[in-house]
């Protein structure tokens, strides 16, 4: 499957088309890592079709297939917990609007690691596997996804809300699923929520904020979810959660430990934040500005560092030898997954991007500026001591 490789939208075809063949391969390598695989598809003849592909190869080789149907990315990961998934369940997400793609979750939404994405890209044997799996659709668990929000809906007072409220996204499934869902709330300000295609970015708008990055809304939503519980207590968090969720949560004398098996709802479904969003104003009677004033300063900054003959992950592995000097690494480690380093101006990941062709630096400091000095110097640092420019 030399064509197929990961991107950030999952794996993807360097032609553009993954084909049938193609998809019962990555089904038969699914199968390898699960016996019990969840799909969605973004509904398209295409994506269906490749659906019943990559059904067949999981099945041949003795994977239990759940089938969902047309879904958004957080009513699949909402059938995945209802369904009795663990965390060793693969959550699939197939869509085929621009260009085919495949999307790859653990449970809750947890990314796969960089030797889980190593398997399903392998070529593999034809299977010779006599122990078929079973399929099964569970498309009607998506009413029971609708009736836990439209019961989370019930519990807020809309009664003089400060807000209008709009949500829109470019996924019809979705703008049809919130005009059922929430009310005609009317307000004397009116604050838009914007939800990108699959239902995994939102952003919020007020003439008086402007634009509110996803980021600050997860904030907002963690420090009131901190808020309830004891001081002293343990907190888990994905692995992948928000960067300041170790400030917020100090405030409250709450101890952060992340983990890629943590679940916090409003992190993955952001309808669900939606909800939490309006909760927390109704509740507190206060204006999204005011709340969004009380959140620690946080910038992230992204630097792509594009690299055309160099092997990325070795370059990752050299610069931690010499820079480091092999301090806190192990340098038997498989560096594919990148690694994170602790500055004094905050912290910096260094990943090789899925491609293969380029790094990805990634900053989290308490101001924009402290983030690009960050990246500045770390890929001054990486193209110094690794001879490319």
């Known amino acids: 499957m030399h064509d197929l490789y990961f991107s950030d939208e999952g794996i993807i075809s360097s032609k553009g088309t993954i084909s049938s063949e193609e998809a019962v391969k990555l089904g038969y390598s699914a199968a390898m890592l699960s016996k019990r695989i969840i799909i969605g598809i973004k509904e398209s003849s295409a994506a269906e079709t490749l659906s019943l592909a990559f059904s067949a190869g999981a099945l041949e080789n003795g994977a239990d297939v759940f089938f969902t149907g047309d879904v958004s990315l957080s009513e699949l ?62 498309s009607s668990l998506r009413c029971l996804y609708f009736a836990k929000l439209k019961s989370m809906v ?31 709330i009317k307000g004397e300000n009116t604050l838009s929520f914007h939800i990108n295609e699959d239902g995994v970015k939102v952003t919020a708008f007020t003439e008086y904020t402007g634009y509110i990055p996803c980021e600050k809304l997860i904030s907002l939503a963690f420090k009131f979810f901190i808020s309830e519980k004891n001081e002293g207590e343990t907190v888990f968090v994905p692995n992948d959660f928000i960067g300041s969720a170790e400030r917020i949560a100090e405030a409250f004398k709450i101890k952060i430990v992340r983990s890629n098996s943590a679940e916090i709802t409003f992190f993955y479904d952001k309808i669900i934040l939606i909800v939490e969003i309006l909760k927390i104003i109704q ?59 602790n500055d004094d101006l905050g912290k910096i990941s260094v990943t090789p991007i899925r491609s293969g062709k380029g790094i990805m630096l990634h900053a989290e ?21 690794n001879g490319f420019s």
Not at 165 to 180: A, G, Q
Not at 303 to 326: D, H, Q, V
Request: glycine fraction near 4%; charge should be negative; charged fraction near 25%.
């Open 365 to 385: 400091s308490r101001a924009m500026e402290s983030a690009a000095e960050l990246c500045d110097f770390y890929e001054g640092i990486l193209r110094k001591s």
């Open 283 to 341: 509740k507190t009677g206060q204006n999204i500005a005011s709340l969004c004033a009380d959140l620690p300063e946080y910038a992230e900054l992204n630097r792509y560092i594009p690299i055309e003959r160099e092997n990325c992950i070795e370059l990752i592995k050299n610069f931690c030898s010499e820079y480091k000097n092999g301090k806190n690494y192990n340098m038997e480690k498989n560096f594919a997954a990148g690694i994170t380093i």
């Open 154 to 184: 019930s519990h807020i007072s809309f009664e003089a809300f400060p807000y209008s409220v709009i949500i829109n996204s470019p996924s019809s499934r979705i703008r049809k699923l919130c005009t059922e869902l929430f009310p005609d």
């Open 77 to 138: 990961f909402f059938c995945s917990d209802i369904s009795g998934a663990d965390s060793s369940c693969l959550i699939v997400y197939i869509s085929s609007v621009f260009s085919s793609s495949f999307r790859f979750f653990r449970k809750g939404g947890a990314s796969l690691t960089a030797e889980e994405e190593d398997k399903l890209l392998n070529e593999l044997p034809v299977s010779k596997n006599t122990d078929f799996g079973t399929i099964r659709d569970v």
